[in-house]
């Protein structure tokens, strides 16, 4: 039987987060995990977060990659993959272009819409008022262009992370998903099912059910992800997330390499 897998995984670096990377890869083992990548918060540009409290500094990121590539070296048994989660911010392509380079994955991660950090916890207040529907179609649109950027992205993380306080939109968001997931299919992009969400107000996993559906139906690569910050959260909820890719019509799941090339196993060998 294969080991499990858990493909976004942050540490101390990313400033709001604890363990080390050798502390995270102990608790994978523990818990019979195989296959995990790193994906930590890669630095912003210089205005955003100053105080570090929610991506590594310039200067750690040298010190991060050694520290994965060590754990890769101290546990050949396990496959580990250096990665990082990178923000889009709708421009600064250049600042990205640079800071994206060198890693065996890339996470692409909306958590700002036009700079309004509306995933972040201190600021939940600033989402009253907002017009809920604007919000999603706004996101969706900026969903789009991360996507179809010339950012390296491997994975756009947490697809539908605008829900994460529990803010829907009032009409159906169907035909948004069915975009999004053309979008991701046609630019070569994978998704993951992040079951951080199912802890958050919104309590679902991301992409939600139909959501995930939209994905499959246009064939896009799809992996599983705790998203854990600590080392007791790593694998957290993850076979319930295979489950979930099988009820949307999933039959693999989709590792990342560290050679940047993707495996695929059959969730009959994992559920
Ligand atoms: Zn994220
Ligand atoms: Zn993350």
């Known amino acids: 039987m294969h080991g499990l897998m858990d493909c976004h995984l942050h540490t101390v670096y990313s400033g709001h987060g604890e363990g080390s990377v050798a502390q995270v890869v102990q608790a994978a083992k523990e818990r019979g995990?195989?296959?995990?990548?790193?994906?930590?918060h890669l630095p912003v540009p210089a205005g955003i977060d100053d105080g570090f409290t929610f991506s590594m500094s310039p200067q750690e990121v040298i010190a991060y990659r050694n520290e994965v590539l060590e754990a890769r070296e101290a546990n050949p048994q396990m496959t580990i993959v250096y990665g990082g989660e990178a923000d889009w911010f709708g421009d600064n392509m250049d600042f990205l272009?640079?800071?994206t380079k060198g890693y065996e994955y890339l996470l692409g991660?909306?958590?700002?819409i036009d700079y309004w950090e509306y995933d972040h916890p201190d600021l939940i207040h600033t989402w009253e008022g907002k017009d809920v529907d604007a919000?999603?179609?706004?996101?969706f649109e900026v969903w789009c262009e991360?996507?179809?950027?010339?950012?390296?992205?491997t994975c756009m993380a947490h697809p539908d992370l605008v829900k994460k306080f529990g803010h829907r939109c009032s009409f159906d968001p169907r035909e948004l998903y069915a975009h999004a997931a053309q979008v991701a299919a046609a630019n070569g992009r994978m998704v993951e099912v992040n079951t951080s969400g199912l802890f958050c107000p919104c309590a679902e996993q991301y992409p939600g059910p139909e959501f995930l559906k939209a994905f499959c139906h246009a064939g896009v690569d799809c992996t599983v992800g705790s998203d854990a910050h600590s080392p007791a959260k790593v694998g957290r909820r993850i076979r319930f997330a295979l489950a979930a890719m099988y009820a949307a019509g999933y039959r693999c799941v989709t590792l990342p390499r560290p050679d940047g090339d993707r495996d695929y196993v059959a969730l009959e060998e994992l559920l």
Do not use: D, K
Not at 33 to 40: K, P, Q, V
Not at 146 to 153: K, L
């Open 109 to 112: 991660s909306c958590h700002m």
């Open 146 to 153: 991360a996507a179809s950027s010339p950012v390296p992205f």
């Open 33 to 40: 995990f195989s296959h995990i990548c790193f994906t930590e």
């Open 97 to 99: 272009l640079q800071t």
């Open 135 to 139: 919000v999603w179609r706004r996101y």
